[in-house]
Nanobody, 122 residues
Framework: VQLVESGGGSVQAGGSLRLSCALSGATDYSKCVGWFRQAPGKEREGIANVDMTGKIFYAQSVKGRFTASKDKVDATWQLQMNSLRPEDTGMYYC??????????????????WGQGTQVTVS
């Protein structure tokens, strides 16, 4: 299983970015894909997950500003980030698990990870 994030970059506060996560390999791992981020000096934080049933769950810190989705055809997930703030700066990761998402955004529940993409908001 391989996950590859893309779409990170630098943006001014109030701007937008769209991240993508491409999954290849065993499709069983696409039952749930989560988005996480890690700011410098802080622990990794779960911010959203997308279940194969279509359910999407958001952390309070991003609810109303970020939108997670899955492409209907390809094994690709997106994270649309609007109204970005300096505190959104960090490395963003997607991760996959074989079970349905539920409401878990704990990284220990996601065994497969991408390498991350940097988001910087100034």
């Amino acid at each position: 299983v391989q996950l590859v994030e893309s779409g990170g970059g630098s943006v001014q506060a109030g701007g937008s970015l769209r991240l993508s996560c491409a999954l290849s390999g065993a499709t069983d791992y696409s039952k749930c894909v989560g988005w996480f981020r890690q700011a410098p000096g802080k622990e990794r934080e779960g911010i959203a997950n997308v279940d194969m049933t279509g359910k999407i769950f958001y952390a309070q810190s991003v609810k109303g500003r970020f939108t997670a989705s899955k492409d209907k055809v390809d094994a690709t997930w997106q994270l649309q980030m609007n109204s970005l703030r300096p505190e959104d700066t960090g490395m963003y990761y997607c991760a996959a698990r074989t079970a349905y998402c539920g409401y878990t955004l704990q990284e220990r529940h996601y065994p497969f990870w991408g390498q991350g993409t940097q988001v910087t908001v100034s």
